[in-house]
Every structure is written in C-alpha cells, then in structure tokens.
C-alpha cells in the first residue's frame, strides 16, 4: 500500500510538467467575447493553440513522451494583432489548404502557392472603391517589384495575419504615419531582412535624411511615402515607390498652401468633409502644423487690409509733409 505513494520518475517530470502547461495554454485561453465577434475562432484555435505562441508541445506517438518545440518566427501569428486585421473574420483553411488540420502536416505543404491580394479582391465589385488593379499596376512599377520581381510581393509590406488599413480610419494622424512607417522600417532598419534581397548594403536612415530640418519631428509626422512614391489620385495610398534620385527634396510641395500632402497623408480626411474654420488645408490645422500650409483666409484678408492702411497712411503723411513744406516756402 505504502510503495503506490511513490510515483516513477517519468510521471514526477510529467506532473512537473503540467502546471507550466497550464500557464503557457492558460495565457491563450479562447474566451467568450472572441467566440461571438469571430465567427471563425474557434475553427482558427485549432491552429493558433501552436502558432499562437512561440513554444508547442506535441505527444510523440514512438515515444511516449511530450516534446517541446520552439515555433519558427515566420510561423508565429499574434492572435491580438489578427483579430484586430482586415482578416479577422476569416479561417485560417480560406487561405491555407485544409490538409494543415492533420499533424504532423503534410511536407508536400511548404511548397503551397500563397495568394496575393488580387488572387481575392481583383475583379470584385464588393472592393472596387480600393482599387486593387490600379494598386497592382502601380507596384508592378515601383522599384521593389521591378529590382526584385518575384521576390517581392504584397506580403513583404503587408502581412495578411496582421496587416489592417490605417489610410482610412479615425486615428490620429501620428498613429497613423507610425503603423504606416513601421512597414518600411521593417526591412529598411533591419540589415538581415534587407539583405535577403538585395547584395547592396542597407542605407544609415537617419544619415541618409540628416538634409532635413528638425529630422524627428518630419519621421514622427509624415510617412515614408510622401516623399518616396509617385502620388495617383485615385488611390488612398501611393505603390509607386521610385528610386532615391526621383525623392521629394523641395520644402515648398509640403510647405504651401497647395501641399501635397493634401493628396496624400491628409487625403481621406479631406474626403470626409474636414475642412473647417475658413481655414485653407484646415485638415492639417486640426492635426498639427505645417509651416506655409496653414492659413485662413479672413485672417490673410484682414492683413492685407491692415497693410493697406498703413501704406495708405504713410502716403497721406508723406503728401501732406509735401504740401506744408510748400506752403511753409
């Protein structure tokens, strides 16, 4: 009776074992809320129990025992992060061959064809106001695609389990232009990423923009592309990313009454109707400032008014110091 009190050695680690489980499956609990705003949640759980996390475990049939593996990075999907992307509402077999439901998957699977935003929103009436086919024409002659070709697709910028449109939302402007930035910076600040494509060594960011004033406050408020991609006004957000000689370098296109960045960082919160106060470019005026940009037209009315005066002024006493020298002679 005594000797049932002691378990083997095997079955101490496993017990040992457990409480760490529970707090590493714990943490990625499926709960309540998540089951009613997706529908597909719970399917996707199937998946996401082992690439949800940066650790899985599996029971090895051979061996009776639980082996722990450590999950590539490329094969980790942030549940938080894409619950709140422009995919969330779908499963994970919508994209990815349902053959991935057994395990250990299929090695016939890593040669899958991935699709490319125009394999699903090309030639769709329900996307046609994002214009899809005028995006991929303009990548198409941008020079990642035409320095990299095949290499580079939509997935390079916009990973399809996280990626969510910032262009067309609410957001502060600052929020806005760091999500957007943060896509550039993912290779062009990172050399190991950078450098799988290309044998050209990846540019000093901060040394290649030290031309510009105030260097901080321009990367904190205005995205990569406005000075980087040919502006198209039918498109929310430029793909046409040129070459570093074709730069925006001349203060005067942001800094004007005309700015560019009216078509482009400011563009949908123009189309919204966000003009106020008599301002011109009252949009950028609501967000921040932008030197040469912000005016009102009253204000700029009554100036010239005051102005007028004033020469108005100095003529009248400039005549009648005239008039009374005369007289005076």
């Given at each position: ?159 399809p389990h996280t990626y969510k449109i910032s ?118 005026m609501n967000e921040s400032y932008v030197i ?38």
């Open positions: 009776m005594g000797n049932n009190l002691f378990l083997p050695p095997k079955a101490i680690m496993k017990l040992l074992l457990i409480p760490a489980l529970i707090l590493l499956m714990g943490a990625f609990k499926l709960d309540d809320k998540t089951k009613k705003s997706f529908k597909n949640a719970e399917s996707n759980e199937n998946c996401l129990k082992c690439h949800g996390q940066s650790k899985y475990s599996y029971d090895n049939p051979e061996s009776g025992q639980t082996v722990f593996q450590r999950m590539y990075r490329e094969a980790i999907i942030n549940r938080d992060l894409f619950y709140e992307s422009n995919h969330s509402q779908f499963k994970c077999s919508d994209c990815h061959s349902e053959d991935y439901d057994s395990f250990p998957h299929p090695g016939r699977l890593r040669m899958e064809t991935k699709y490319l935003c125009i394999d699903c929103h090309g030639d769709d009436p329900k996307y046609a106001k994002f214009n899809f086919e005028k995006i991929e024409t303009e990548f198409a002659a941008s020079v990642h695609s035409s320095k990299h070709s095949e290499d580079f697709t939509c997935w390079m910028c916009h990973n262009a067309r939302s609410e957001d502060k402007i600052e929020d806005v232009v760091a999500y957007d930035n943060a896509i550039c910076l993912d290779c062009h600040s990172d050399a190991s990423r950078y450098e799988l494509l290309t044998t050209k060594q990846n540019p000093n960011i901060l040394k290649k923009h030290e031309w510009l004033p105030n260097q901080a406050l321009h990367f904190s408020r205005v995205r990569c592309i406005e000075c980087h991609a040919r502006v198209n006004d039918s498109l929310m957000v430029a793909h046409n990313i040129q070459p570093k000689a074709k730069a925006v370098k001349r203060c005067v296109e942001c800094h004007s009454t005309n700015s560019m960045l009216m078509s482009t960082l400011y563009k949908f919160k123009v189309q919204e109707g966000r003009n106020k106060s008599g301002f011109y470019n009252g949009v950028i040469g940009a912000n005016r009102n037209y009253y204000l700029g009315l009554l100036s010239l008014v005051m102005f007028g005066c004033v020469m108005a002024g100095i003529i009248i006493h400039a005549t009648l110091r005239i008039i009374k020298r005369k007289h005076n002679g």
